[in-house]
Nanobody
């Protein structure tokens, strides 16, 4: 079993920055890919970005490309989402997810952390 816990959310002004962390724990954590998703009020959950755990290949949604950066610390079993140039439309609950094996769906999810960007 894998547990994911996000942290780092909060209130920030438009144009500001915030860094989210997602710590993974379990008997032996190993994943193919770690991802970030978000869900704004009244909207469906959407993909933000992902990183492959071993090679560090990064993928981003067009809406955040150039503003958000994903990184990971394999030794700490932690993935980060550095968010810059934040906009009010980035306001959402941000979720971390783990995809354990290639071809599977996202297997584990964190409880989420709220990010609010004020105008």
């Amino acid at each position: 079993q894998v547990q994911l816990v996000e942290s780092g959310g909060g209130l920030v002004q438009a144009g500001g920055s915030l860094r989210l962390s997602c710590a993974a724990s379990g008997r032996t954590f190993s994943a193919y890919k770690m991802g970030w998703f978000r869900q704004a009020p009244g909207k469906e959950r959407e993909f933000v970005g992902a990183v492959t755990w071993n090679l560090g290949n990064e993928y981003y949604a067009d809406s955040v490309k150039g503003r958000f950066t994903i990184s990971r610390d394999n030794a700490k079993n932690t993935v980060y989402l550095q968010m810059a140039s934040l906009k009010p439309e980035d306001t959402a609950v941000y979720y971390c997810a783990a995809l354990i094996t290639v071809g599977s769906s996202w297997n584990y999810w964190g409880p989420g952390t709220q990010v609010t960007v004020s105008s």
